[in-house]
């Protein structure tokens, strides 16, 4: 067998052996491979089903940024989402004014409270979403249901995706996220590493087990999460006896989630 032979299979073995074993030093346990797996969040007769996932958060039953404090907290503690100081953080939900948050509404005689009120923000799940096209490893992809998702594994932090999303959904780990982590660290979720982009999953997983997310949760009634193609469903019936607004909706991308002002 000659040299380059022998270079050949070593570096095949290598990285038959990384591939198989990347998924751990990305930090993840078995269960949670299969929920971030395409097409593999079930978990039998215990999953949450829909047709098109959405969520409505009912503003106005927010009083300040501080209300809006726990539903992070739930969040980022069921992410392991890192603290990172000098404002690098990571953002899965945050918040924002409401000229950030809606710049397409022009009314310029809106009630003061809208005006001065904060917003929460997170990815938007959108019907067409501009950050899957635009993947190169189909590391970000769109499940059957709605949701957005992300293959940590596949990520090359490329950050084509960060550049596609028109609502600054996404962050990338330029330092390593496990450095920042509160403890203790949610198990049943993986940790990610420097050098991928990362954002909300609409809970996926939890979903997976028959659960709300995590800030629906928190929320107490406050956001609203369901199946937009049932008529029946509780958000649907929230979006018929409410006026509600989205985020950018000329760019016609659709966003999954509907404020109510």
């Known amino acids: 067998?000659?040299?380059?032979?022998?270079?050949?299979?070593?570096?095949?073995?290598?990285?038959?052996?990384?591939?198989?074993?990347?998924?751990?030093?990305?930090g993840m346990t078995t269960e949670a491979c299969a929920q971030l797996a395409p097409g593999k969040y079930g978990h039998g007769d215990k999953t949450a089903h829909a047709k098109r996932w959405a969520m409505v958060i009912d503003t106005r039953q927010f009083r300040s940024a501080e209300d809006y404090k726990p539903l992070i907290r739930a969040c980022h503690e069921a992410h392991n989402v890192p603290d990172i100081p000098d404002n690098k953080n990571i953002k899965w939900m945050w918040l924002d004014s409401f000229e950030h948050?809606?710049?397409?509404?022009?009314?310029?005689?809106?009630?003061?409270?809208?005006?001065?009120?904060?917003?929460?923000l997170l990815c938007n799940h959108c019907t067409n979403p501009p950050c899957v096209r635009v993947c190169p490893t189909q590391a970000t992809y769109k499940m059957a249901?709605?949701?957005?998702?992300?293959?940590?594994?596949?990520?090359?932090?490329?950050?084509?995706?960060?550049?596609?999303?028109?609502?600054?959904a996404r962050s990338f780990n330029f330092y390593d996220p496990r450095l920042?982590?509160?403890?203790?660290?949610?198990?049943?979720?993986?940790?990610?590493?420097?050098?991928?982009?990362?954002?909300?999953?609409?809970c996926a997983e939890r979903l997976a087990q028959g659960l709300m997310p995590?800030?629906?949760?928190?929320?107490?009634?406050?956001?609203?999460?369901?199946?937009?193609?049932?008529?029946?469903?509780?958000?649907?019936?929230?979006?018929?006896e409410n006026y509600s607004i989205r985020r950018k909706p000329n760019l016609g991308t659709q966003p999954g989630v509907y404020y109510l002002i």
């Open 1 to 26: 067998m000659n040299t380059n032979r022998r270079k050949f299979l070593k570096v095949a073995g290598l990285s038959a052996f990384a591939l198989s074993s990347g998924l751990a030093g990305l």
């Open 101 to 120: 948050v809606f710049p397409d509404d022009m009314n310029e005689h809106m009630s003061q409270r809208i005006k001065d009120s904060v917003y929460p």
């Open 145 to 168: 249901d709605g949701i957005v998702a992300m293959d940590y594994h596949r990520c090359i932090g490329c950050r084509f995706c960060m550049a596609g999303c028109p609502y600054g």
């Open 180 to 202: 920042y982590l509160p403890k203790p660290t949610n198990p049943r979720f993986p940790t990610r590493m420097i050098g991928v982009v990362e954002k909300c999953t609409f």
């Open 214 to 240: 995590a800030c629906v949760e928190a929320s107490k009634g406050k956001i609203l999460f369901g199946d937009l193609e049932d008529p029946e469903s509780s958000v649907r019936k929230a979006l018929a």
